[in-house]
């Protein structure tokens, strides 16, 4: 693997300074990273809350962040692991699409929004509209979460190990959501759901993966009504 100026090799891990380096040309080396057998691992340091940091990943490499991160951290994702030692602003793992997303901290707004697959792993709190229009991917928050959480999710899982804002859910299509704390208010169309034994076993098994423990007896299942799937005109006060 060639190394481009002020980059730094340890131990198998390529240190990138960011008080050394543009974001592009630290981008521009982890989106062109080669793959090999031993997963390439970099080591991003002095982040100082830039934008963007490791977005449009493409390869299966390891990438730590080392320290907080400011908009569309690890944005695009795809087949990547990035894990951030610190906080995260606005649009965490937007539009990810595969690999795995692990914030050591809390997250802004709109975590994981539209994210097609993947797992966005969240160990503090998140701020509103966390999985927004999500398409697939699987969003586990340690602690709780802001206002219209879940908003039009289409297909998914959301899990709030806490408690939820208000507005959860809202505008809701296929994607699950489970939540251990208390919710404030459901939005629109949104429903609470049986928790039967497959969401229970789905649930632990997500929980597991995400490196997260919590009592797995205490969450609640929520999920679309399917009550705004075709505009109706004596419901018209409950669109948008």
């Known amino acids: 693997m060639s190394l481009i100026a002020n980059e730094v090799s340890t131990d198998k891990v390529v240190v990138l300074d960011l008080n050394e380096l543009t974001i592009r040309e630290v981008n521009r080396t982890l989106q062109t990273a080669e793959s090999t057998q031993s997963r390439p691992s970099f080591r991003v340091i002095h982040p100082a809350g830039e934008h963007a940091i490791a977005c ?5 490499i390891e990438v730590t962040i080392a320290g907080h991160a ?41 975590a994981g929004a539209t994210a097609h697959g993947g797992l966005l792993v969240i160990h503090g709190d998140a701020g509103s509209r966390c999985g927004i229009a999500l398409k697939g991917a699987d969003v586990v928050v340690a602690g709780s979460v802001g206002h219209m959480a879940g908003f039009m ?4 899982r959301i899990v709030i190990c806490g408690d939820a804002d208000e507005a959860l859910g809202d505008s809701l ?3 699950e959501i489970f ?3 208390k919710v404030a208010e459901l939005g629109a169309d949104c429903e609470l759901k049986p928790m039967e034994a497959t969401h229970v076993s789905e649930l632990t098994q997500l929980l597991s993966k995400a490196g997260v423990e919590a009592d797995v ?5 929520f999920g679309s009504a399917r009550g705004l799937y075709n505009f109706n005109t004596d419901r018209a006060g409950s669109y948008g």
């Open 56 to 60: 449009g990943l493409m390869r299966p």
């Open 70 to 110: 400011g908009y569309y951290t690890a944005g695009m994702n795809q087949e990547a692991e990035v894990t951030v030692a610190g906080n995260v602003s606005t649009g965490v793992a937007e539009n990810m699409m595969s690999g795995r997303v692990t914030v050591h901290g809390n997250a802004g707004a709109s």
């Open 153 to 156: 999710a289409q297909l998914g």
């Open 173 to 175: 299509y296929e994607a």
């Open 179 to 181: 939540v251990g704390g």
């Open 217 to 221: 007896a205490s969450f609640k299942r």
